[in-house]
T-cell receptor, first 114, second 115 residues
Framework: SQKIEQNSEALNIQEGKTATLTCNYTNYSPAYLQWYRQDPGRGPVFLLLIRENEKEKRKERLKVTFDTTLKQSLFHITASQPADSATYLCALVGYGGSQGNLIFGKGTKLSVKP | DSGVTQTPKHLITATGQRVTLRCSPRSGDLSVYWYQQSLDQGLQFLIQYYNGEERAKGNILERFSAQQFPDLHSELNLSSLELGDSALYFC??????????????FGPGTRLTVL
């Protein structure tokens, strides 16, 4: 069955460092991969989307890579700040029909210490 | 604020009961999605509607049903509730159907507690 794994449940880093979160998947050929941020008790908020034919995408301090050979996406936050502390979810989107809906990983809780 | 509204914010009920969760999508969005989030399962896709029609089903129990009305708001009905149904239920909306890579806008969620 399709499986998405985010490498760690929690990641603690120091302010100013780069946070790197990993998303691995198996038994799936996604058309797109999305990253969301979720704060406690709130709905996820979309951050970035990367397509299967794209290697890298950037948005301000965020960078996402997508390696369909390794079946892995890396999500980087550079110059991290305490305000970046949240749970980050990766989600895969397949091609059309029922495969077009998002399949989410369980998330990585990032804590940035001042 | 995502523009997606959900009511009620909290719901406490007993086993065996039936509840209805309501969602209003962002203005202009035709797709509505329902998700369940529990601590052990993460965010699970339940069902999607596009412009009033059911488009896709995920891990939705037979005790659960949903519909999207002509004004595009959606309701999720949960019946014969069990303790394990306690979770956060999110509604999301997007402009188009899933599969074209549109971002989804999530509502604030309804926290359901079944006692």
């Amino acid at each position: 069955s399709q499986k998405i794994e985010q490498n760690s449940e929690a990641l603690n880093i120091q302010e100013g460092k780069t946070a790197t979160l990993t998303c691995n998947y198996t038994n799936y050929s996604p058309a797109y991969l999305q990253w969301y941020r979720q704060d406690p008790g709130r709905g996820p908020v979309f951050l970035l989307l990367i397509r299967e034919n794209e290697k890298e995408k950037r948005k301000e301090r965020l960078k996402v890579t997508f390696d369909t050979t390794l079946k892995q996406s890396l999500f980087h936050i550079t110059a991290s700040q305490p305000a970046d502390s949240a749970t980050y979810l990766c989600a895969l989107v397949g091609y059309g029909g029922s495969q077009g809906n998002l399949i989410f990983g369980k998330g990585t809780k990032l804590s940035v210490k001042p | 604020d995502s523009g997606v509204t959900q009511t009620p914010k909290h719901l406490i009920t007993a086993t065996g009961q039936r509840v209805t969760l309501r969602c209003s999508p962002r203005s202009g969005d035709l797709s509505v999605y329902w998700y369940q989030q529990s601590l052990d399962q993460g965010l699970q896709f339940l069902i999607q509607y596009y412009n009033g029609e059911e488009r896709a089903k995920g891990n939705i129990l037979e005790r659960f049903s949903a519909q999207q009305f002509p004004d595009l708001h959606s309701e999720l009905n949960l019946s014969s509730l069990e303790l394990g149904d306690s979770a956060l239920y999110f509604c999301a909306s997007s402009v188009d159907m899933a599969g074209v890579g549109n971002e989804q806008f999530f509502g604030p969620g309804t926290r359901l507690t079944v006692l």
